[in-house]
């Protein structure tokens, strides 16, 4: 079983909602990641973190989500506007380290539908 | 930047029979490459990743090997079972730290009786 806790397993917006899904990762890795998998089970990543710092997000990410992983808490990714091209599940992933050999370890995800 | 690409969107097979799924990359750096598996409503999960000394991962089964002449990575098991029947992607992680996982367009693959 997965040691990467996301909550809540579903979640159903209305267009223009916040929608707010959470992410506890594996105990000692600091390297976390949120992707998106879409209907057609593709991965887009969207933003990671280590230790509370952004390393990389893409563009969709800087203008209508926002994320964070506050020390002692868990992770978040937030919709600040939820449109119906956002229904997808959303990964959260963590690792030891930022180096390219370790694994990601992946949580079972948060499905999103936007109605 | 890095791609992976997986020829095959779908495979069918009979239980019994070899399975082997396509993967091949690009990347500017040498990559670390691996295959990933996703059942119905789970998590992704690993299922083999590249070695730095060219030794061939092996698990459950299945094998690769990286080839980076071709740039190739593509899995193999001699024989297909009803429980491999799952989401399969490769996917690949340079090396910039914090590097995020480039991952394919995946490969279904069902095995019938």
């Known amino acids: 079983n997965s040691k990467v806790i996301q909550t809540p397993r579903y979640l159903v917006k209305g267009q223009g909602q916040k929608a707010k899904m959470r992410c506890i990762p594996e105990?000692?890795?600091?390297?976390v990641f949120w992707y998106q998998q879409n209907k057609n089970n593709e991965f887009k990543f969207l933003i990671n973190?280590?230790?509370?710092?952004?390393?990389?997000q893409i563009d969709m990410t800087e203008k209508r989500f926002s994320a964070e992983c506050p020390s002692n808490s868990p992770c978040s990714l937030e919709i600040q506007s939820s449109e119906a091209g956002d229904s997808a599940l959303y990964l959260c992933a963590s690792s030891i380290q930022g180096a390219s050999a370790e694994t990601l370890y992946f949580g079972s995800g948060t499905r999103l539908t936007v109605l | 930047g890095d791609s992976v690409t997986q020829t095959e969107g779908l495979v069918t097979l009979t239980e019994g029979l070899p399975v082997m799924l396509n993967c091949t990359y690009q990347?500017?750096?040498?990559?670390?490459l691996f295959w990933y598996v996703q059942h119905l409503n789970e998590a992704p999960k690993l299922l083999l990743k590249?070695?730095?000394?060219?030794k061939r991962p092996e698990h459950q089964g299945f094998h690769a090997t990286l080839h980076k002449s071709s740039s190739s990575f593509h899995l193999q098991k001699s024989s297909a079972q009803l429980s491999d029947s799952a989401l399969y992607y490769c996917a690949l992680r340079n090396n910039n730290a914090g590097a995020k996982l480039t991952f394919g367009g995946g490969t279904r693959l069902t095995v019938r009786p």
């Open positions: 990347s500017t750096y040498s990559p670390f």
């Open positions: 105990k000692g890795h600091p390297v």
């Open positions: 973190f280590q230790n509370q710092e952004v390393l990389q």
């Open positions: 590249s070695f730095t000394d060219n």
